[in-house]
């Protein structure tokens, strides 16, 4: 059996709308800062958090779902 590959790209639209709901917010290292005072160096790093809406989450899963849907229909 072959597996249409909008089949897949849906899957992984589900599984991402699902962790985006159950996990909503992301932190990812921002910047970093090098500070050198005399001899010694201090190392600066901040951190962003990112919040996902559930809309997006939600939108997440019907669009994968609709592309699941629609590559198993005959034509």
């Keep these: 059996m072959k ?3 909008f089949a ?3 899957a992984l639209l589900v599984a ?5 709901l159950i996990h909503p917010s992301l932190s990812m290292p921002s910047r970093k800062n090098e500070i050198q005072i005399g ?4 190392i600066v790093e901040t951190t962003r958090i990112i919040q ?11 669009a ?4 699941i849907f629609l590559s198993t229909r005959k034509q």
Excluded at 52 to 62: E, K, N, Q, Y
């Design 52 to 62: 996902i809406p559930g809309v997006f989450g939600v939108l997440l899963i019907i």
């Design 3 to 5: 597996i249409h590959p």
């Design 16 to 20: 991402a709308g699902i962790a985006a």
């Design 8 to 10: 897949v790209i849906g």
């Design 39 to 42: 001899s010694v160096k201090t």
């Design 64 to 67: 994968g779902g609709s592309l």
